[in-house]
Structures are given as C-alpha cells and as structure tokens.
C-alpha cells in the first residue's frame, strides 16, 4: 500500500490558489504575540434536550498553526467541530472567521470561507468513482472564488478537464491516484480516509478541520498522517480533533481539552500533558 505522504511526496496545493483571497487576511491580531487568529469560538453552549454537549467552550485558531482538541469519549469534540464547521448552530457563543463574525455558517458556505472539512465518518459519494469524489472538493473551491471568475470564461469540458486535473494531482500527492477510477466502497477504509482529506484538500483551504483522521488506522498510518498533518500545517490551520493522544501530542502546536463539554486544559502539548486535570479525565475514561 502506498504511503499516506506518498513517501517524499507532497501534497501540492497551489494550482487552484487562493491568492484571491475568498476572505480577508486574518485580521485578528493578538498585539502581544503577533499570532493572527483564523477561526475563534467564544463562549459556545450546545445543548441536545437536557443534555448539555458544550458549556461555555472558547477557542482560537492560530495562523499556520495545527490546533488539537481532545477529550474522553462523549467529552464534546464533535460536536464542537459542527459548531466550528458550521453543522450545529450553537445555543449561545460566537464563531469569527478571520476577525469576522459567522452568524449563520452552512455547509455550502464553508470553501468561500476558505475551509474544508473531514468527518469522523467518511461521507464519501458511494456512487462516484474516487476522482469524481475529489473533483466535488475541487469544484467547491471553483466556484468560490477566482477561479469561479477564471472558470467562468472557459467551455465547460475545459472546467471539467482543469477540475479533473486538480483532483488527480491531490491524489498523487497522497499517494492514491491509482485508485482514482475506483469506488470508494470497493477500498479499504483507510484509504477511503485518505480519499476524504484528498477531497478536503482539493478545495485548497486556508482551515482545515479534521475529525479523527486516525480513527481505524494502524500505528504506522496514524504516523505517516501526523507527518502529512505537519507539512500541511503553515500552508493552512489546522483544527484536528482527535481521540489518539500520542498523534495529537506529537503534531499539535496548542491543544484544547474537553471534558463533560467544558474545557479543562488549554495550552502546548508539554503542557497540557501534565495537567492533573487532564490525567484525571483520561484515568477516569480508561477504569471505566
Ligand atoms: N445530535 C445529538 N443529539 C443528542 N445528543 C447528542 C447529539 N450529538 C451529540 N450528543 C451528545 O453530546 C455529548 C457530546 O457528544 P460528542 O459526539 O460531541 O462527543 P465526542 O467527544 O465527539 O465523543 P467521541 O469521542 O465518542 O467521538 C454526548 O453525550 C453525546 O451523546
Ligand atoms: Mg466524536
């Protein structure tokens, strides 16, 4: 199987680029360490009947930087990736993209805001071989921005063709352009994963949100994908919400963490790791 970097490979996501900024640069500018947040959530409560899925929960994307957000099972990272990705619209809370208020964020919205997403499940078209899959991510980012304008004065199969090449040279990038004309029910599920950030990354966004990517993948995968993660990281921010603590630790700049949908910890890995509350959630989860 090839590798989830394609071994030296790299994922080239500049073709389509986003020089046309679909939004703003970054604006919110933290004057004391110079770092530029590119997505914040502030004071977010969800609740599903009487049960509250986050309380109160803030948190800031850093430019460049990869944002990990953990938790014990039930803690609340889902949902707060739906807040973030715009699925769950919260109780109470804001959400800022780039110093801007998002007030009412739809799926469809989210590539003119410069980000995609992977799910926890994979989400992928059964019925579309797995370049048509990442011609969808591709095509989002089309017809989000300049290329929308530069893709508008072509004929259609040239759009078509531009659209085709984009996905194919994702793929390559992740090492997975030989099953381009495949279905994806046909593949083992982690290269159906890798199917779905190639998806994600066909829409070259400035955030990329993440839930459990390493889910169902072997060590040696889960390793490979901290490596892809990092050499992502400073082209676009990453908001990685994940279950295994050794990848978040390893690949992660700044690390929130969740329990019983409040956060307990929040700062660098080195950190956070340590935390006596942070230990107390985990060493709860695994006696039980
Ligand atoms: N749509 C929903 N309706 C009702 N309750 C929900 C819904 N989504 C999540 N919950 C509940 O909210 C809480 C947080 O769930 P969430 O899925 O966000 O946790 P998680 O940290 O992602 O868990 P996991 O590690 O299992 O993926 C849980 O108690 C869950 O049962
Ligand atoms: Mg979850």
Redo the contacts with the bound molecule.
């Keep these: 199987m090839t590798s989830l970097c394609g071994g030296t490979k790299v994922v080239e996501v500049t073709s389509l680029s986003a020089e046309e900024s679909r939004v703003p640069a970054a604006t919110t500018d933290h004057a004391q360490t110079g770092a530029v947040t590119e997505l914040e959530l502030r004071d977010v409560t969800v609740t ?2 009487g ?1 509250t ?1 986050l309380s109160g929960v803030g948190l800031a994307l850093q430019h460049g930087q990869v944002h990990g957000v953990i ?1 014990p ?7 707060l990736f739906n807040v973030a990705c715009g699925f769950v619209r919260p109780d109470t809370g804001t959400i800022e993209r780039a110093g801007r208020p998002v007030p009412g964020l739809r799926t469809r919205d989210l590539a003119g805001l410069g980000m995609a997403r992977t799910l ?1 499940g994979l989400g992928l078209f059964d019925r579309m071989t797995v370049l048509e899959n990442v011609m969808v991510g591709a095509e989002r980012h089309a017809r989000s921005g300049f290329a929308a304008a530069l893709l508008a004065t072509l004929g259609s199969s040239r759009d078509e063709a531009a659209l085709r090449e984009r996905a194919r040279e994702v793929l390559d990038g992740l090492g997975i352009a030989h099953h381009a004309d495949r279905y994806p029910t046909s593949l083992p599920y982690p290269v159906r994963k890798r199917v779905a950030l190639a998806r994600a990354l066909a829409a070259d966004p400035e955030v990329l949100l993440l839930d ?1 990517p390493a889910s169902g993948l072997s060590g040696s995968e889960i390793e490979e994908l901290g490596d892809l993660v990092r050499t992502l990281a400073g082209r676009t921010s990453v908001l990685l919400v994940e ?1 295994h603590m050794d990848l978040v630790m390893r690949v992660c700049d700044h690390i929130t963490v ?1 329990d019983f ?1 409040r956060v307990i910890a929040s700062g660098p890995p080195d950190v956070v790791r340590d935390d006596p509350a942070v230990l107390a959630a985990y060493l709860g989860e695994s006696v039980a």
């Design positions: 599903f009947g049960l899925a938790g099972n039930g803690a609340g990272k889902t949902t926890q459990e279950h969740l949908g």
